[in-house]
């Protein structure tokens, strides 16, 4: 085996010849691929949390593009609830005036006041549940960003372990 790899070494370093030659350049390219293995074990963390952050980041960028559109639509329905109780209301009064009914009466009043505490309170629980949404839509895109965050930390921490553990190899010298 050790035959197999002296002579692919020899051949891709081109040093056929002696054999201290031969060792030397094996020797050479020996911590050159060590340096690159070194390279790849320090770079591949480092790549996967820049992808892990790049991933969360476009997730976080999706969520808050939905929770515009959530407060838009929420919006809308707010405003499509109090119209709807202004028709009825002015539905009901024109019934109250039909009926021959004086609107300045305490029984008209009352009804009206009842109508309008009605719509405010419709349109309360529509605001109410839209920012219910939007609160759990933002929770999440921090979420997301935060994981990304981590990602890149982790990956960084695991590159720097990575050197760490590969440095006494690199340079025997630290440890004499």
């Known amino acids: 085996m050790c035959e ?6 020899a051949a891709l370093t081109g040093a056929v010849g002696a054999g201290g030659a031969t060792a030397s350049a094996a020797t050479g390219i020996g ?17 996967q949390g820049i992808a892990q952050n790049k991933a969360a980041q ?31 209301i002015a539905r009901q009064t024109a019934q109250l005036a039909e009926r021959g009914l004086d609107l300045a009466s ?21 605001r109410q549940r839209g920012a219910s949404q939007t609160t ?13 965050r981590q990602g890149i930390l982790k990956g960084g921490f695991s ?9 006494p190899d690199m340079w025997p010298e630290l440890l004499a």
């Not at 197999?4 to 070494?9: A, D, E, N």
């Not at 759990?136 to 990304?148: F, N, V």
């Open 31 to 47: 911590g050159l691929l060590q340096t690159a293995g070194t390279i790849a074990a320090i770079a591949g963390p480092i790549a």
């Open 106 to 126: 305490p029984t008209a009043q009352f009804l009206g006041q009842t109508a309008a505490k009605e719509m405010a309170f419709a349109s309360q629980a529509v």
């Open 58 to 88: 476009a997730s976080a960028d999706s969520i808050a593009q939905q929770r515009g559109q959530v407060a838009k639509l929420n919006a809308i329905e707010d405003q499509r609830t109090r119209r709807q109780y202004r028709r009825e």
């Open 4 to 9: 197999i790899i002296s002579t692919t070494l």
């Open 136 to 148: 759990e839509l933002t929770a999440q895109e921090r979420a997301l960003r935060a994981r990304g």
């Open 159 to 167: 590159a720097a372990g990575q050197f760490l553990r590969r440095a």
